[in-house]
């Protein structure tokens, strides 16, 4: 009869490496107060273009003050990607 040959015993390997995650600073203390406060001056523009029947914040540029609303919501809102 024939003698088993067995598994073959494992080779030693080496641990993977370590990972080292790169430090990403922090953002400036001005930041987030930046953000907030562009995202509330764009409620507020929007909302007195509606509640002032379209009169004011600029009367002069009409229904482009919801453009400029947005744009300052958006400027605040993209600021939030970028806030760590």
């Known amino acids: 009869m024939s ?5 073959p015993q494992p080779m030693a390997s080496t641990p993977p490496p370590e990972r080292r995650t790169a ?5 400036p203390s001005w930041w987030a107060p930046t953000m907030i406060a ?21 009367p ?9 609303g947005f744009g300052f919501m ?7 990607t970028r806030w760590k």
């Open 60 to 68: 002069a540029i009409g229904r482009w003050n919801l453009g400029a």
């Open 23 to 27: 430090e990403v600073p922090a953002s």
């Open 38 to 58: 562009l995202m509330l001056i764009g409620l507020l523009w929007v909302v007195v273009f509606y509640i002032t029947q379209e009169k004011y914040p600029i």
């Open 3 to 7: 003698k088993s040959r067995g598994r």
């Open 74 to 80: 958006l400027a605040g809102f993209l600021m939030t």
